[in-house]
């Protein structure tokens, strides 16, 4: 089965964002940092055991000052390279610096429709050098025919929960290929600011899907966001949309965290929500030790069998026609194991009339 790998190339990052998972440190590195030497070894050890996807995020990635060199041989080792970046970096010399190897994905952190809602969640000064970056970027793609996707991607904040609309004709008027929506992960720099960010109900969420949705669907524009398969099934059924309706998580079995240190873990959330048990699989970090022991540990065995198998004792689970398409995350259900996501999908469709 093949893997992808998200990998935290650095900790460090120019922002000091409201909503960060990661715990970056404005310009300091809360993790060390592997060498030039230890970056390769990893690299080739990922290829040897079926990585066939790198996505690198941070920290922001931009700031290691060999990246390109970095880029240049996930290029040629891994079949899809992606990039999560604020975009400050991303100028026209930095094209020019790295067109020989670009990513096939570029993904850009694009927290509100104007100044004041991005710049809420990313400091000031921020909106507009992105703004002029993205246009010039996309410009750069264009003409020299690179065959490189970018997508714009915002955490769904209060800030925003109106202005669904307004990403959707900024991303057209930028000319990017799409643009995705996420959940704020409450851990963190997150959880410390959620009371200022605005923790968002069920709700207000599908709310606001709905009007992203059927926005973009007018206008020609493809949207990604995190939902469950019954979720998914619900937005299809009002928007009139056709999202695949199946979700399996792949922490720890067709997916891996790596942290800027080279500690690997089944997915970022684990190593937040499990605490000692997750660090032991971060005990022996990647340069220094095989990927291979990772995957052939008793952690992760039991970590997948336990993600799998935690819906068994749940009766919307187990009733549900989208169960044997779906795995959810293991640290979304609340303590009698039930996804808090589908009970709000199944009583709002049912008030539409339907099952679920």
Known sequence: MSITAKWDITSRCNLNCKHCCVGGAHYKSTTPELSDDGIEKIIDDLRRNDVTHVQFVGGEPLLRNNFSDILALSRKAFDTVTLNTNGLFLTPRWF????????????????????ESHEFIRGKNTYRPLIDN?????????KSDAPVRITLNAILSHAVLTRARDFVDLAKSLGVDAFGITNIIAVDSALENLDRIGAVTWEEKYAFLIDLVGHAKAHDLPVSFEATPMGYAYINAVCATKYPTAFHCGAGSHGIYIQADGAVYPCMRCKFEMGAAAQTTGSAPLGENSLD???????RGDFIAAKDGGRADDTLCTTCKFGPYCTPCMFEADDDGHVPECLYIHEAVKQLGGET
């Open 96 to 115: 020019a610096e790295n067109r020989a190897h670009l990513p096939d994905v570029i993904i850009i952190s694009l927290d509100g429709p104007d100044r």
């Open 293 to 299: 022991g990772f995957l052939t540990s008793g952690f």
């Open 134 to 142: 993205i246009r010039r970027l996309t410009a750069l793609v264009r």
